[in-house]
């Protein structure tokens, strides 16, 4: 149970009085398909991070049956990439990838989710990168299709938690064979053979957070009912010396969905992270209930708005599916927004067809509205993975969508920029890129919360500058919360600048 102590977080309520909609524009990158057979119904992630040093964010890609790519980032005003895949980044049967400075060296390596053995590659300047093989990390045969870590207290390495989905060997499948989600908790400066989180329900998604700021992140698992069937729901570990699920008596509310993609921001301003949960049919946001003695979320998605149950645009009436699902300020008005990648599984009779994304503006008065096909978002290729992310530091988030079956998008945001803040957070130390801290911003308008995190989307994420919107803000205060507790002082920034918060 979490302690009681003084919430000192007051959201933003001031903001435009009109949201403004943002304009994102595709730009031309060299071609990427994700693609193969069933396999590859799912996933379809995208990893972000710098590994050259220019600190612009490189893309690499998974490619299903075909190869993945790393997309180098020559963007300067205008996004441009050019493809430039090193051998051991060119890969088939890859799922999806997440960016990890395992080791602590200060570059970035690269978890890479395959069907079949997993792979650990340890980055060196120049985005080269070799195979990790001095920790005995030792994958197997799985179906992994999420990720998700976090440092431990005491240890050196983090702990690794992959979610997989079918278990592919089981002739009595696909139906009710769902496999384990695999822990790999660090012993000293190795690992050993997993320990299996079980029963899995058929993972798509999974996340460490804080959710109770208490210093230990707990694991949360969304599930895919199409394969568990019955029997399953959604699922959160205490990640104590042996996990257990909470259960009712703990406060944690059974949930059963097509659960595909996790994002996790604090809306409410109370310092805990909501989540917003992608699926067949309705998207589910959910508030923390901070009056609650357990892990107790409220479902407040038709409150909200924020169902995107159906498509927008486009005359199909069938259900939607969602896929990776994001919390960004893309109008920079201090008010996080919610990106949701759609698409049909491949031709579900029962499902939409035409699927186009959601871009999801946050209002002032807390509502959300739709605004993909103003915004230039509004894609009906069968998206999967994607990212929200800033790609040429100019203080705008831009999207980057992976596609099944179809060519991947890079859209530029090229909204008037308005005022914006990123914040560069590391440590020379442990954890480098202080993953499990939390950044605090305050302005004249109020303050933000920011949970650093890594795992979660669908199938990939991102790590490197941190944005945050502003609305009309000039001055802003910054401190960092890091992962063992200590808290950082106060710094003064301006905004359009980057601030380097540096332990």
Not at 155 to 183: I, K, M, S, W
Request: charge should be negative.
């Amino acid at each position: 149970m979490r302690p009681k102590f003084a919430v000192f977080l007051t959201l933003a309520t001031v903001a435009n009085a009109e949201t403004e909609i943002p304009r994102f524009e595709r730009v031309d990158v060299p071609a990427h398909i994700y693609d193969g057979g069933w396999e590859h119904f799912v996933g379809g992630g995208v990893a972000v991070f710098d590994c050259d040093g220019d600190t612009l964010p490189e893309l690499f890609v998974a490619g299903g049956s075909n190869q993945s790519q790393l997309f180098k980032n020559t963007s300067q005003e205008k996004l441009s990439f050019r493809a430039e895949t090193p051998d051991e980044l060119s890969l088939t049967g890859v799922t999806g990838a997440y960016p990890l400075d395992v080791d602590s060296d200060g570059f970035m390596d690269l978890i890479v989710l395959r069907v079949g053995d997993d792979v650990l590659l340890r980055g060196a300047p120049n985005c080269e990168f070799a195979p990790f093989d001095a920790l005995g990390f030792q994958s197997d045969d799985y179906w992994s299709t999420g990720f998700s870590a976090t440092w431990e207290q005491g240890q050196n390495l983090p702990t690794l938690a992959f979610g997989t989905y079918v278990d592919r060997h089981d002739p009595d499948g696909p139906f009710e064979t769902c496999g384990p989600t695999l822990l790999y908790r660090p012993s000293k400066d190795n690992y050993g053979q997993p320990q299996h989180l079980e029963p899995g329900y058929c993972s798509l998604s999974i996340l460490f957070s804080d959710w109770a700021r208490t210093g230990r992140a707990d694991l949360r698992v969304s599930n895919d009912r199409h394969y568990y069937v019955r029997g399953g729901q959604e699922q959160l570990w205490a990640m104590e010396t042996q996990p257990r699920l909470y259960s009712s008596d703990d406060g944690w509310l059974p949930y059963s969905i097509w659960g595909m993609g996790i994002a996790s921001r604090d809306l409410t301003g109370d310092g805990f992270p909501e989540v917003y949960l992608t699926s067949m049919g309705d998207q589910k946001l959910q508030v923390f209930d901070r009056e609650a003695s357990g892990p107790t979320w409220r479902d407040a998605t038709y409150e909200k708005g924020t169902t995107a149950h159906r498509p927008h645009v486009g005359g199909d009436g069938r259900p939607s599916t969602g896929w990776h699902a994001q919390f960004g300020d893309v109008n920079n008005d201090g008010l996080d927004d919610i990106f949701v990648a759609k698409g049909n599984v491949e031709q579900m009779p029962d499902a939409a067809l035409d699927d186009p994304n959601n871009m999801l503006l946050q209002r002032a008065d807390g509502q959300f509205t739709e605004s993909s096909t103003q915004s230039g978002t509004a894609s009906m290729a069968k998206s999967r993975g994607a990212a929200l992310t800033d790609l040429n530091n100019d203080g705008l988030l831009d999207l980057v969508v992976v596609n099944r079956g179809a060519e991947m998008e890079v859209y530029q945001n090229q909204s008037a920029p308005g005022k914006w803040l990123l914040v560069d957070v590391s440590q020379n130390r442990t954890n480098r890129w202080a993953i499990g801290g939390f950044i605090e911003v305050k302005t004249n308008l109020g303050s933000q919360t920011r949970e650093i995190i890594l795992g979660g989307g669908h199938a990939g994420g991102s790590i490197g500058l941190h944005h945050f919107g502003l609305d009309d803000a000039n001055q802003i205060d910054i401190r960092v919360i890091w992962p063992d507790g200590e808290t950082s002082d106060w710094q003064r920034a301006s905004s359009g600048q980057t601030a380097r918060l540096t332990r």
